[in-house]
């Protein structure tokens, strides 16, 4: 292959390493936010069943309370019956009032401690969840910065590379190669089978033997650079 047309491809090919390098580097750094999030999202799920659990607790205490309170009035109204003093028809209806009362309250508690009790199952899953979720981060971001620095590493490494063969070419096709990579991406491509790998147009024998002489001809579908095989 022609020298120009050879530093062409190994410049391309330096771009096409560098363009998978900054793929891996972006995939494992989405993989460590990815675990961020997901343990973010075990802890509020954590927190949110804990803060519910408690309210359940707080309302159970108050309706607690509230049967205390009930149980008291009855007691005082059975007191006023036992000793027939005041008003026993007021004493009574008080009487069936509280009982009522105590009756309702008291199956507000036991519905308070189911709720409380299947929570409490929620609560442990949600808690399993949260150290699953925190050890794998764990693991993540002992190995992703690692991984990472090793591919920032070979990324340096590529681009002097890349920049050496660069510097080879000529001013013209520089200008024209940064224009191309910019618009396409690829701005080099195989003529695969007679026709340009990347539009497929058929490469002309006159054109083919005119890039084998070691011209930079570019194709006249897709306007890259073509490269003979
Ligand atoms: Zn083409």
């Not at 363009?19 to 802890?43: T, W």
């Not at 690829?186 to 003529?191: D, E, G, L, M, P």
């Amino acid at each position: 292959m022609h020298e120009e047309l050879a530093t062409l491809d190994a410049v391309a090919q330096h771009d096409r390493q560098l363009r998978d390098l900054a793929r891996r580097i972006e995939k494992a750094q989405g993989v460590l936010a990815d675990m961020q999030a997901a343990h973010a999202a075990a802890e509020a799920l954590h927190t949110e069943r804990t803060q519910a659990h408690r309210e359940l607790r707080r309302a159970e205490k108050a309706a607690e309370r509230k049967i205390g309170l009930y149980k008291q009035r009855r007691q005082s109204a059975i007191h006023v019956l036992e000793n027939g003093l005041g008003d026993t028809d007021a004493a009574q209806r008080q009487i069936d009032q509280c009982e009522n009362i105590l009756d309702e309250t008291e199956t507000e508690v036991l519905e308070l401690l189911e709720q409380q009790e299947s929570l409490e199952a929620l609560i442990a899953e949600a808690l399993t969840g949260r150290d699953e979720a925190a050890a794998t981060l764990a693991e993540v971001e002992q190995t992703v910065p690692a991984d990472v620095a090793a591919l920032e590493a070979e990324t340096s490494t590529v681009r002097a590379a890349r920049e050496l063969e660069f510097a080879k070419l000529d001013p013209s096709i520089q200008a024209r190669y940064t224009a191309l990579a910019a618009r396409k991406r690829v701005a080099v491509v195989r003529i695969e089978r007679g026709s340009c790998s990347a539009c497929q147009r058929v490469v002309q024998p006159q054109h083919l033997a005119d890039l084998k002489r070691g011209r930079v001809i570019p194709c006249y579908g897709c306007h890259r650079w073509l490269v003979p095989v």
